[in-house]
């Protein structure tokens, strides 16, 4: 029988990553990046979807994580032009309209006096906030983020640029997600470097763990003279996730 833990019902996060240049040959880091930062705040991270700049093929995307996990984060489509359609395709998958908020035109307006440059017209479709969203700021650019929490899920619009997102991922959105989700878990992955056998026959000698431990999560991956074998637990502290790890470790 499986080792029962106090762990509670684990959540779950979607990725879309939005630009047409992520399915045109650029590689694409952030996957990873965020699979980690949401690891942290107790949410594992279940599919990642790259989407081209088209509204109906994001509105689509958007409706489809909304569906499967209890939080999607959308990276990408907040600036000013006309294939930024972020805003736009989270409002039609939402079925919601727009307000414009005239505090983000004028701190848009101030940044560029900053710079001693007119701001183009184009600028204030940034200042477009879906109803009900919550503007989270944006201290690096003049796109700001857009939080909505609905039916015990959340959707969240973030900028593309990482100097952009990671500090209002860290200043933002993890105060809010903590408050939404108080009955998150802690989730932690262990990999574990195996070399002198197949995949397979790692999967055979390992059966009998990944049988014992049917609530953990296990993945093995092959490469070139090594197989990785990755055992993610999910718990309701770090310091249980950590026991467990370990003692899956040592059997």
Same mark, same amino acid.
């Given at each position: 029988m499986p $080792? $029962?833990? %106090? @762990?509670?019902?684990?959540?779950?996060? =979607?990725?879309? !990553?939005?630009?047409?240049?992520?399915?045109?040959?650029?590689?694409?880091? &952030?996957?990873?990046l965020l699979s980690c930062e949401l690891a942290k705040a107790g949410f594992t991270m279940i599919a990642e979807h790259?989407?081209?700049? %088209? =509204? $109906? =093929?994001?509105?689509? @995307?958007?409706?489809? %994580?909304?569906?499967?996990a209890d939080l999607v984060l959308v990276t990408g489509g907040l600036g000013p032009t006309f294939d930024d359609i972020t805003r736009e395709a989270a409002a039609l998958a939402l079925k919601r309209g727009f307000t414009v908020s005239s505090e983000i035109i004028s701190a848009i307006e101030n940044r560029f006096k900053k710079y001693r440059i007119r701001m183009p017209e184009m600028n204030k479709r940034q200042a477009m906030v879906i109803k009900g969203a919550e503007i989270l700021p944006n201290a690096f650019g003049t796109a700001p983020a857009q &939080?909505?929490?609905?039916?015990?899920k959340s959707l969240i619009l973030l900028p593309g640029t990482l100097m952009e997102w990671k500090p209002m991922y860290d200043k &933002?959105?993890?105060? $809010?997600? +903590?408050?939404?989700?108080p009955a998150k878990t802690d989730t932690r992955t262990l990999a574990?470097?195996?070399?002198?056998? @197949?995949d397979s026959t790692a999967a055979e000698k390992l059966a009998p763990v990944m049988t014992k431990h049917q609530d953990c999560a296990f993945t093995i991956l092959a490469?070139?003279?090594?197989?990785?074998?990755?055992?993610?637990?999910? @718990?309701?502290?770090?310091?249980? !996730?950590?026991?467990?790890?370990?003692?899956? +470790?040592?059997?």
């Open positions: $080792k $029962k833990t %106090s @762990a509670t019902r684990n959540l779950k996060a =979607e990725l879309i !990553c939005v630009g047409t240049e992520l399915v045109s040959g650029k590689p694409n880091t &952030y996957p990873p790259s989407v081209r700049d %088209s =509204e $109906k =093929e994001l509105t689509r @995307a958007i409706l489809i %994580s909304l569906k499967n &939080y909505i929490h609905f039916a015990k &933002y959105v993890i105060p $809010k997600l +903590k408050k939404d989700f574990i470097l195996l070399t002198g056998m @197949a490469s070139e003279g090594l197989v990785s074998f990755h055992i993610t637990v999910s @718990a309701k502290e770090r310091r249980e !996730c950590l026991d467990r790890l370990a003692g899956i +470790k040592k059997e």
